[in-house]
T-cell receptor
Framework: AQRVTQPEKLLSVFKGAPVELKCNYS??????LFWYVQYSRQRLQLLLR??SRESIKGFTADLNKGETSFHLKKPFAQEEDSAMYYC??????????FGAGTTVTVRA | NAGVTQNPKFQVLKTGQSMTLQCAQDMNHNSMYWYRQDPGMGLRLIYY???????DKGEVPNGYNVSRLNKREFSLRLESAAPSQTSVYFCASRLDPPETQYFGPGTRLLVL
């Protein structure tokens, strides 16, 4: 069975401070990991995926297979980063499993 | 390209009423998905269709049925709505695993 855990429901940081969103997963094979972002009342959109190893909007995420983690980081948070963030895992089947989500609020 | 579109955007139902949520994609994707989003629960998969002509249950299929009408369209039907089905419903599509899923704008459903 595949499972994604996001331990923090809410995260509040000040503008310019670093932000880290935790994601842990369980899966017996080699998963594909994603971070999706949902701005207020909008559709989910892909932020980044581990296979591309890109930095999007200043966010990065490293897959740590030993710790089964895929934490999302940004060194300097901006107010426009306030949103809901979902970590997701895709295995060899057609299903995508999502974590419960973390709501990030960036305060001025 | 419109991407993934959903209709309606918002609907209010009374308990026991039926309705169909519509989803269409114009990206020539093979697989399509229906999720529900509830506070503190994340997104939970209701049904998915790996390809035209096939459908499979997800995590929370009870109370729902789906139809993959053609490659573009994937509808979700509530035969007898219940208050527990009050939620935001998202449709998504992707070419094939493990490619990125693209989401529609969502349908807000309130069952009284």
């Amino acid at each position: 069975a595949q499972r994604v855990t996001q331990p923090e429901k809410l995260l509040s940081v000040f503008k310019g401070a670093p932000v880290e969103l935790k994601c842990n997963y369980s899966y017996s094979g080699s998963p594909e990991l994603f971070w999706y972002v949902q701005y207020s009342r909008q559709r989910l959109q892909l932020l980044l995926r581990h296979i591309s190893r890109e930095s999007i909007k200043g966010f990065t995420a490293d897959l740590n297979k030993g710790e089964t983690s895929f934490h999302l980081k940004k060194p300097f948070a901006q107010e426009e980063d306030s949103a809901m963030y979902y970590c997701a895992l895709s295995g060899n089947d057609y299903k995508l499993s999502f974590g419960a989500g973390t709501t990030v609020t960036v305060r001025a | 390209n419109a991407g993934v579109t959903q209709n309606p955007k918002f609907q209010v139902l009374k308990t026991g009423q039926s309705m169909t949520l519509q989803c269409a994609q114009d990206m020539n994707h093979n697989s399509m998905y229906w999720y529900r989003q509830d506070p503190g629960m994340g997104l939970r998969l209701i049904y998915y269709s790996a390809s035209e002509g096939t459908t499979d249950k997800g995590e929370v299929p009870n109370g729902y049925n789906v139809s993959r009408l053609n490659k573009r369209e994937f509808s979700l039907r509530l035969e007898s709505a219940a208050p527990s089905q009050t939620s935001v419903y998202f449709c998504a599509s992707r070419l094939d695993p493990p490619e990125t899923q693209y989401f529609g704008p969502g349908t807000r459903l309130l069952v009284l």
